[in-house]
């Protein structure tokens, strides 16, 4: 269902859901599959007890991944997936530098490239999707892609730097709509936000023996001040308090972080900071008892 440069036939009218809107969806049991396209939702959404009721009430649950992580383990069907060492491409980063992506080594077993995956199960679903070789994934963009019109496979592989994509006056823009959160702050408390970083208990960082290590233990930050009035010792446990949860985690000062702020990354070793979280919420206001209660 193809057809010239503007666009797929077949695309919806409207927007689709968001991340949250489909786990919600899927919590209320009103989707029957969920496909996972390299995403472990368990470990890295920011409301976890969301995504469990989410995967129990789906009734199939369709991975493409290639590791086995936590949302994996919980699926039906798992399509094992090559890496970008093991496949032939480009990639496109957000500057609009195109690279070349040269297969170095054999995927191992039965692990394929994702527009194979994806071509097989359109196959199944009695659609032919046109692509047999990645030249036919770059064809397939150049025609949907006045921006890539100009530039061809042979550029590509010719550039090892890269091929900067040209944006013209067709180029589109969204306006972001960015919801600031500016609610006052509860002079008792301290407003908890959670972050993510580079080296965390991610998939593909763990299952690589080199990168692992360099994951931390779960810690909270304060300002100096904030913690000097509170007579906290260095490393000291405390306990995170937000209604009826409550969490332990060691405490320690960055002069970073503002007055009355708690920072924090998500995803890494020991404690899980986003038990804390309300309906998963970017940010929440949490009370920092200095001596830590058995939980």
Avoid: C
């Avoid at 269902?1 to 049991?29: C, R, V």
């Avoid at 086995?68 to 919980?74: D, E, G």
């Avoid at 150049?142 to 890269?162: C, F």
Wanted: proline content about 5%; aromatic content about 6%.
């Amino acid at each position: 269902n193809k057809t010239d440069s503007n666009g797929w036939s077949n695309l919806p009218d409207e927007e689709g859901m968001t991340t949250t809107q489909i786990l919600e969806s899927a919590a209320d049991g009103d989707i029957d599959v969920l496909f996972l396209l390299g995403t472990d939702p368990i470990g890295d959404y920011r409301n976890p007890e969301l995504v469990q009721n989410a995967l129990q009430r789906t009734e199939t649950i369709i991975a493409v991944d290639l590791f086995v992580n936590p949302s994996v383990y919980q699926s039906d069907i798992i399509f094992p997936a090559a890496s970008f060492i093991e496949i032939n491409g480009s990639h496109t980063n957000t500057e609009g530098r195109i690279t070349p992506v040269r297969q170095k080594v054999t995927s191992p077993g039965t692990a394929r490239p994702d527009w194979m995956i994806a071509a097989e199960i359109a196959g199944r679903l009695d659609q032919d999707l046109e692509i047999e070789k990645p030249e036919d994934v770059w064809n397939e963009i150049q025609t949907i892609n006045l921006d890539h019109q100009k530039i061809t496979l042979q550029d590509i592989e010719s550039s090892p730097e890269g091929v900067i994509l040209e944006f013209g006056k067709e180029t589109e823009f969204k306006e972001a709509n960015l919801n600031i959160d500016t609610r006052p702050f509860d002079s008792y408390s301290h407003r908890l936000v959670l972050a993510k970083k580079m080296f965390d208990n991610g998939t593909i960082i763990q299952m690589s023996p080199s990168l692992k290590n360099f994951t931390n233990e779960s810690e909270v930050l304060i300002n100096p001040a904030d913690y000097a009035a509170m007579g906290i010792t260095d490393g000291q446990l405390v306990t995170l308090i937000n209604g009826e949860k409550k969490v332990n985690v060691v405490i320690r000062p960055d002069k970073k972080v503002p007055r009355s702020i708690a920072f924090a990354y998500l995803n890494q070793d020991g404690v899980d900071l986003r038990t804390l979280l309300t309906d998963g919420s970017e940010s929440i206001d949490i009370r920092i008892d200095p001596t830590a209660k058995v939980i």
